[in-house]
């Protein structure tokens, strides 16, 4: 309970009053002058003709009707709280954690009906409180806020922990307790895997990420979470260093790629040597029970949709990689070129997408002729502006083709730039019409759509700076980390309402969700 700020010590006195009134009522319902404390516990024996009755005196979670940040706000950012409830005050206060003293009166805007949620909403802005400290926010007949902080770099933890996810989820070594703590493990899957088509062939396929709660590594999801932190890590350098707390931190090599590095190593070694072409996936067979990180592991057979799509990753890496060690960079682009050459071979590029990222990437890698054939082919399509907006490969493909410092088309330039403003500026207004500023309430519990709106406006955000698509970023974070419906922080355990308190696993937990929530955070840190 935090401490009531003395300014409204009156108004709460009152609710106690009332609170006091209730009370004798309550306690007269027990009846015969008895007090319910007073009245038998155990029933001698049954009435004939009345079932027995299975109370549950379980008390619901009473959340809060004040919805911020747990995590907290940045010393210069906007900052705003939302207020559940049809009949507010017109002021609310920011009160010091420890002391109760209010720091901060504020405004509460009026709000309007969300008929999604079957509530009343209001917002309230405190921008100007600049202080660093640890606040929570008090307004009449709702009630008080969860904890949350003010201070510069407030994220800087936060996505340090969201990078490090992925050395706890790494495969094929030990996990020590200096650099996972509770995490730490033995070497797992280091054994020799079996294809699963020709199950006498073996083959090494230790390392990369586990990707679930089966240990499951799978090259297509793999290759598109490298795609996602290689872009993240390219439009925003700076936020990546080299001190995250793993084995590989101190190299001057951005732990980031670090990481990332790992997994390509893996995609690498489910490459088919022979064909060029990608196994789908490294499957932990826990069919026979016992312990996952010992189960033996087999491989499915080569899957053309995994073979285009590590292409198109290697050879993005190949790119980026190249100012740190040349040699491996060009070892992933000879593989890129190859994986390609396998896809090419079985089926046309217009018949998959990836074929159009996977072609920009490797322009832009090589400069080569061929590769920009099937770009063109591609742009000439009719429905390339729709695909723009609802195929992922195709949006990716179009962000590489802006990056390209080769001969590129430059209307086509202009034309994708046209369309990258569009997406944006439909998705500002999204998240301006919405009472908790954001595009989607979290309509699946990854929060895919809010992820891939804000992963969008990053990039926009790169090319064009605008200080309105910071601040809807920034609102989004506040959303995933509490200034939501449920007041749940999503993203870590260690707030006062978290992901735990409904058993889930939490953002960081999906690596899919978990590289585009640290593209979300690269820009605003």
């Known amino acids: 309970m935090h401490i009531k700020p003395e300014v409204i010590k009156k108004t709460y006195i009152n609710r106690i009053r009332a609170l006091g009134l209730i009370i004798p009522l309550m306690g007269s319902a027990a009846g015969c002058g008895a007090s319910s404390v007073e009245m038998p516990t155990e029933v001698s024996e049954k009435v004939p003709g009345v079932a027995t009755v299975s109370l549950n005196y379980e008390v619901p979670a009473q959340l809060p009707n004040v919805m911020v940040d747990q995590v907290g706000y940045e010393t210069d950012s906007e900052k705003t709280v939302v207020f559940r409830g049809e009949d507010l005050p017109k002021s609310f206060y920011v009160c010091d954690l420890e002391s109760g003293e209010v720091v901060y009166t504020g405004e509460i805007v009026k709000g309007q009906y969300n008929e999604a949620l079957s509530e009343f909403d209001s917002q309230g802005f405190f921008s100007d ?287 994708l730039m046209k369309l990258l403003m569009k997406r944006s500026e439909e998705i500002a207004a999204q998240a301006a019409k919405s009472p908790y500023l954001v595009t989607d309430m979290g309509s699946d519990d990854r929060f895919r759509k809010i992820l891939a709106d804000m992963r969008c406006l990053t990039i926009t955000d790169h090319i064009i700076y605008n200080h309105e698509y910071t601040t809807i970023i920034e609102n989004h974070a506040h959303f995933l980390m509490g200034m939501n419906p449920k007041a749940m922080n999503y993203v870590t355990d260690d707030t006062e309402r978290t992901y735990e308190a409904e058993g889930a696993a939490g953002l960081l937990g999906d690596p899919e969700s978990d590289a585009l929530f640290i593209f979300m955070l690269s820009v605003i840190i």
Not at 214 to 240: C, H, K, W
Not at 290 to 318: K, M, Q
Request: net charge negative; glycine share 6%; aromatic share 12%.
């Open 129 to 415: 409180l600049k202080e660093e400290g640890d606040y929570y926010i008090y307004t009449d007949v709702v009630g008080e806020s969860y904890s949350f902080s003010i201070k510069e770099n407030v994220y800087g933890e936060t996505f340090d922990r969201a990078c490090k996810r992925y050395y706890i989820n790494r495969c094929g070594i030990a996990l020590s307790e200096n650099y996972a703590g509770d995490n730490a493990h033995s070497a797992c899957h280091t054994t020799m895997a079996r294809l699963q088509e020709d199950p006498d062939t073996q083959i090494d396929v230790s390392g990369g990420w586990h990707m679930d709660e089966q240990a499951g590594r799978d090259t297509t999801l793999g290759s598109r979470i490298v795609e996602n932190l290689l872009l993240a890590y390219e439009m925003n350098p700076e936020s990546f260093t080299d001190d995250t707390g793993i084995p590989e931190s101190g190299n001057d090599i951005p732990d980031i790629l670090d990481e990332v590095k790992y997994e390509m190593e893996w995609l690498l070694k489910m490459q088919d040597s022979r064909t060029g072409g990608e196994y789908g996936a490294a499957v932990t067979d826990t069919s026979n029970g016992g312990d996952v990180f010992v189960a033996p592991v087999y491989v499915t057979p080569i899957d053309l949709g995994a073979t285009v799509s590590f292409a198109s990753t290697a050879a993005r890496f190949s790119y980026i990689y190249q100012q740190f060690d040349q040699e491996f960079a060009t070892t992933c682009l000879k593989a890129a070129d190859r994986a390609w050459t396998c896809f090419l071979n079985n089926q046309s590029p217009s018949e998959n997408t990836a074929a159009f990222e996977a072609a920009a990437q490797l322009y832009r890698a090589t400069g080569a002729e061929n590769y920009h054939l099937v770009l063109d082919e591609f742009f000439a399509r009719s429905d390339f502006d729709s695909l723009f907006d609802t195929d992922e490969n195709v949006f990716l493909g179009a962000v590489t083709y802006l990056s390209i410092n080769k001969a590129v088309d430059v209307e086509r330039c202009t034309a």
